[in-house]
Nanobody, 122 residues
Framework: QVQLVESGGGLVQAGGSLRLSCAAS????????MAWFRQAPGKQREFVAA????????SYADSVKGRFTVSRDNAKKTVYLQMNSLKPEDTAVYYC???????????????WGQGTQVTVSS
């Protein structure tokens, strides 16, 4: 079993940057693919980025490609989301998730964090 705790959210102006972290507990972190999803008010939770167990493969939603970078440090049991050139439409609660297969689909992830709020002002 894996427990996930996100941090690093906050308020930032458009064009600014934030780095989110997701710290995991459990001995099997390095066997899981990890992903970031986000949910804006009144909208469904959507895929943002995913990274495979070794960090050798990543994927991104079109809306964040070129601006966001997902990475992981298996020794620290942590996954990161570097967010640059932030836009007001990036405002959402950001969740990290653990599963197998680095999928874009929520149902493929077994463990979720509690989320961290990111607010981008215009």
């Amino acid at each position: 079993q894996v427990q996930l705790v996100e941090s690093g959210g906050g308020l930032v102006q458009a064009g600014g940057s934030l780095r989110l972290s997701c710290a995991a507990s459990g001995r099997t972190f390095s066997t899981y693919a990890m992903a970031w999803f986000r949910q804006a008010p009144g909208k469904q939770r959507e895929f943002v980025a995913a990274i495979n167990w070794s960090g050798s493969s990543t994927s991104y939603a079109d809306s964040v490609k070129g601006r966001f970078t997902v990475s992981r440090d298996n020794a620290k049991k942590t996954v990161y989301l570097q967010m640059n050139s932030l836009k007001p439409e990036d405002t959402a609660v950001y969740y990290c998730a653990a599963g197998y297969g680095s999928s874009r689909y929520r149902a493929d992830y077994d463990y979720w964090g509690q989320g961290t709020q990111v607010t981008v002002s215009s």
